[in-house]
């Protein structure tokens, strides 16, 4: 006996298997991306005033990969539509462009990782004093680009001032801190907009604490490494799959091109699932 | 799905693009809109989330084909949607329900 | 094309048939559920097996504190090693982390290796496609999959024990901040190793709901599923959507072991008398509420199929139907449903206010009244039954007063107020394990001594199965009942000295200690564990040399039950079905009145008999 109902429907239930199975595999998803959301929530209603971090994320680039992403979401069901049509080769062209549109989005997504982690925040023993914009303020923590012998470093830590004996550092400061609102932060960014850094030179001695924007830096960045990765990673498998339906596994058309158009749909449900899954990550992350 | 008519194939493309545009017209409005700086959190959250609950609407009803879909997806669906917001608001509630807030002493 | 040379029948226009499989493709990589259902049962025996010997070590060293393990001490010492690279077991004497690890790995083993993959991937894959009459599940590649990731899991967990400073040792339940500070990297193995055993779960959860959903073979309506495939159903979804907040924590704790992150590490936490290097501003607590959205719906996991061996072989030892099939159906619903929304019993103890602590312990109170009705059902059903006392009937009998002990000694445990006093102590090891010991795994024994015809063609020998049965009946209550005593009597978990530093032998003025009778009691445990660990040895000889040698069954249905599973040849061939069987009546029609026989198929259709 044949598996029943893998290309048409079972008639009580109106579906084909791989339907249900995918529905019922999103739902775990639904509730696996679910449970980091409710983490999110809760790390940020716990955290201490001015201590989350907040405006430090590129919205431009981030709305640009919302746009790469949307769009790969309507060429895999406009390549489905093809499909139903008999079009083989618009199918084709919808798909490799799905996959562009991935490949696209984890390289700037990579650049944006990368970007973070040559980015730095010190906790300083010893406050000194800082431009916000155009207002002077006193401050135990500054933001910043490092400089240390003509180059700038990644991935720095408190620790590694001990471990390269590193006696002082420059710092291009930021004229702004997140624990600015978004009001004020906005406005300092405006006022020092076009104007140069200042620089600042730090002991190691003056340091309490020192971390790059990476997950250790602090609840924020441990959530948006954890949910960006995590979602990037379902983006690589959903393209991997959705390549090799289209490359490799195109013969099926030939064969039993009811079941490949299905293979496809059930493809597709699952890529616009991650699509969903940035439409809430976008805004939470980046804006909010 | 069984096969559809052409008429039936073109009418869906034509929805598709125009769920695409209103995708992307709702991003610029989540983002334009998160420049006005409302003094209320409450606000700011809200209007973001809300963007973000209508952009995913269309995407899982037309994208996605849920608005067409069988009543066995919708169950499925209806049962994990009701056990993620257990998980959040019970656990948020935990959170906020603490001894010092209830005593009386 | 294909060769023609051998004579075998075709079968639909299925491409495995047309040339014979070698015996990779046949035993090791096969997508045939009946295969992968004894895949995951022989290793799901073997893991049980191991997490019970790590179980005697942990009673051996409770009783006799400072002396060495017996037999395997020497092994421990040469081959588990700390962190420094000194031995765990120093002169063969299991030290307080070892014991620890001990501890932490019987649960994990027992849990995720052993009854979830026993109870759900063993049973579930054999049975339930018999069951609903179809060919197979609805995704064999992915059903060979999720086996294959269950290996991959049992196999870090394993390894885990051998590298410096051993396997977790956090307790199943891996709080942080405790499993984060651990000098070792045993925990990051656990989590990893559950990564793929939560992946395989996830997988096989699918595959059982689409399966049961897609493929009931014509006239097989929900009403007319056999009770195991509605457990089976349910369990299935509570893997579902359970498990991934556990994954999504898991990452996290990942994340905080090996990236540095503080998801569970609060600000200011002190580590051996120093603030650790760590950013803060994380929650231990969301740790425990993630663990525990999954920790209470697992339960119900290694419970509900063990239920539902029980009422199939209730139904055909009895020769009656089952007493009230709607009740079963709906309150293995409801119990799925409330499952979900009881987690935080296991949390009154964590300063969590009144309004949420009521929440819980009402919804608690109320998944107990499903529980009974199962029970109930259950026991009535026995009610004017005609009884036959084999060694599947013996176990799924024993099942009832000892899940009946297990469920009932969890109230207390669900009362906040109740809770406080027994909280973390040996009452609330009582409780679990005779829910899961005597309760699941004597349901699981029925099971292996009742299919295993189905399986081999042959009986497993009754009288070393009474033998089997006897031993562990007793003995599982000498090594369980006395720790309600213990724990009704302060003594805690978890105490690698079996709390020796609590006794009043040791602190004679202290109030509260325990005294010399709790300490005693240790000694009776252990006699009792030891008797158990002998009584399973006539079991397993019994079912591996039963195989070829067991007796042979005259036909393919030798307890005359009703269910498709015994409608099929013995045992069954790929495919299971020559023809799509025809589902015509209930699951339990034994004892038709006017009926030729004492039992009517499923798949026989109406004629004399009236219906």
């Given amino acids: 006996m044949d598996i029943p109902y893998t290309s048409t429907a079972r008639p009580d239930t109106g579906i084909y298997n791989a339907k249900v199975g995918i529905w019922l595999f999103l739902a775990s998803e639904v509730m696996l991306f679910g449970a980091l959301f409710s983490s999110y929530i809760l790390l940020r209603v716990g955290a201490l005033p001015g201590d989350w971090v907040h405006g430090l994320l590129n919205i431009p680039i981030g709305t640009f990969n919302t746009a790469v992403l949307i769009t790969s979401s309507v060429t895999v069901v406009l390549g489905w539509a093809s499909l139903q049509a008999g079009n083989f080769g618009r199918y084709k062209v919808y798909q490799a462009v799905t996959i562009l549109c991935a490949l696209g989005f984890l390289g700037i997504k990579s650049f944006e990782y990368r970007e973070k982690f040559s980015h730095y925040e010190v906790w300083l023993k010893n406050p000194v004093t800082v431009k916000h914009g155009h207002k002077e303020v006193k401050t135990d923590r500054i933001l910043g680009h490092i400089e240390y012998q003509g180059h700038h470093p990644y991935f720095w830590r408190t620790k590694t001032l001990a471990d390269k004996k590193v006696e002082a550092f420059k710092i291009e400061v930021d004229p702004y801190h997140y624990s600015l609102t978004p009001k004020e932060l906005a406005h300092a960014r405006a006022e020092s907009k076009g104007h140069k850094h200042e620089v600042l030179e730090i002991k190691s001695s003056d340091v309490k604490r020192l971390s790059a924007f990476t997950p250790s830096h602090g609840p924020y960045f441990a959530i948006y490494f954890t949910l960006t990765a995590l979602h990037a990673l379902h983006v690589l498998g959903g393209a991997l799959v959705i390549f090799y339906i289209w490359g490799p596994g195109a013969k099926m058309w030939k064969t039993d091109p009811q079941r490949y158009m299905n293979r496809v749909e059930v493809s597709g449900l699952f890529w616009h699932f991650v699509d969903l899954v940035w439409i809430f990550l976008f805004p939470v992350l980046y804006l909010l | ?105 | 094309m294909q060769s023609t040379t051998h004579a075998a029948p075709h079968v639909g226009h299925d491409e495995a048939h047309h040339h014979e499989p070698g015996f990779l493709q046949k035993y090791i990589f096969s997508t045939d559920h009946k295969v992968i259902g004894i895949q995951y049962g022989l290793t799901a025996l073997a893991f049980l097996l191991f997490g019970f010997f790590l179980m005697l070590c942990m009673r051996w060293q409770i009783a006799h504190p400072g002396k060495a393990v017996p037999l395997v001490g020497p092994l421990f010492e040469t081959l588990l090693k700390t962190t420094s690279g000194n031995s765990a077991a120093p002169g063969g004497v299991m030290n307080g982390e070892l014991y620890n690890v001990f501890g932490a790995m019987h649960g994990t083993i027992m849990v995720f290796l052993a009854i979830v993959p026993l109870a759900f991937g063993a049973f579930g894959n054999y049975v339930v496609p018999l069951m609903i009459g179809a060919p197979d599940m609805a995704f064999p590649r992915v059903n060979m999959a999720s086996y294959q990731f269950y290996v991959i899991g049992g196999i870090v967990m394993f390894a885990s024990f051998f590298i410096p400073g051993g396997a977790a040792q956090s307790g199943w339940t891996s709080y942080s901040p405790l499993a984060t500070t651990v000098d070792t990297h045993g925990q990051a193995f656990w989590l990893v190793g559950m990564v793929f055993l939560i992946t395989s779960s996830l997988l096989g959860a699918v595959n059982f709901i689409a399966t049961i959903i897609q493929l009931r073979a014509p006239g097989m309506t929900w009403m007319r599923l056999p009770f195991f495939v509605w457990a089976q159903f349910v369990t299935g979804f509570l893997l579902l959507l359970a498990f991934p907040p556990l994954e999504a924590a898991g990452v996290m704790q990942l994340m905080d072991n090996v990236f540095g992150t503080s998801f569970f590490l609060p600000t200011g936490l002190a580590v051996g008398g120093r603030i650790a290097d760590a950013s803060g501003g994380g929650s231990p607590l969301l740790w425990q509420h993630l663990f525990w959205f999954l920790g209470h719906p697992e339960v119900y996991v290694l419970i509900l199929p063990a239920m539902g061996v029980v009422a199939e072989i209730i139904a055909c030892n009895t020769r009656k139907k089952l007493w009230g099939y709607k009740s079963l159906v709906y309150s293995v619903l409801g119990i799925g449903f409330l499952s979900f929304i009881v987690w935080a019993h296991h949390m009154y103890l964590t300063g969590m206010g009144t309004k949420i602590s009521a929440f819980f312990q009402t919804t608690t109170m109320i998944i107990s009244i499903p529980s009974v009705i199962i029970l109930t059902c259950l026991f009535i059903s026995l009610w004017g039954g005609s009884i036959r006392f084999n060694t599947p009937m013996l176990f799924a009998l024993a099942f009832l007063p000892m899940f009946g002990i297990g469920g009932l000694t969890g109230l207390p445990l669900g009362f906040a107020a109740a809770d406080l006093h027994l909280h973390d102590t040996y009452y609330v090891i009582a409780h679990f394990h005779y829910v899961v010991a005597p309760g699941t795994i004597f349901a699981l024994f029925a099971g292996i001594y009742f299919w295993f015809p189905k399986m081999t063609g042959r009986m497993m020998s009754e009288f070393w199965g009474k033998v089997h049965f006897i031993g562990s009946f007793i003995f599982m209550n000498v090594v369980f009942q006395p720790m309600f005593i213990q724990g009704m009597a302060g003594m805690i978990r978890r105490m690698a000295d079996g709390g020796a530093g609590y006794s009043t032998a040791l602190n004679p003025t202290a109030t509260g200690g325990l005294s010399k009778g709790m300490m005693d009691l240790h000694s009776v445990i252990l006699v009792g564990a030891v008797g158990l660990a002998i009584s399973q040895i006539p079991f397993i000889i019994n079912l591996f040399y039963s195989i070829k040698n067991g007796r042979k069954i005259e036909n393919d249905n030798p307890w005359q039950a009703t269910t498709l599973d015994w409608q099929t040849p013995t045992p069954p061939p790929h495919g299971n079905f020559a023809h799509e069987p025809h589902a015509h009546r209930d699951p339990y029609d034994y004892s038709l009145p006017g009926a030729a026989t004492d039992f009517t198929p499923q798949n026989q259709a109406d004629h004399a008999t009236k219906h």
């Fill in chain 2, 1 to 105: 799905m069984s096969a559809h008519s052409p008429e039936d194939i073109s009418k869906h493309v034509r929805i598709y693009i125009i769920v695409f545009l209103a995708l992307l017209v709702g991003t610029v409005v989540t983002v334009g809109l998160n420049y006005l700086h409302f003094d209320s959190k409450a606000v700011t959250i809200g209007i973001a989330l809300f963007v973000a609950v209508i952009k995913a609407t269309l995407v899982a009803c037309y994208f996605m084909h849920l608005i067409s879909e069988k009543k066995m997806i919708y169950v499925i669906l209806g049962f994990t949607v009701f056990f993620f917001a257990a998980l959040l608001v019970l656990t948020l509630s935990s959170y906020g329900d603490l001894p010092e807030l209830t005593t009386t002493r």
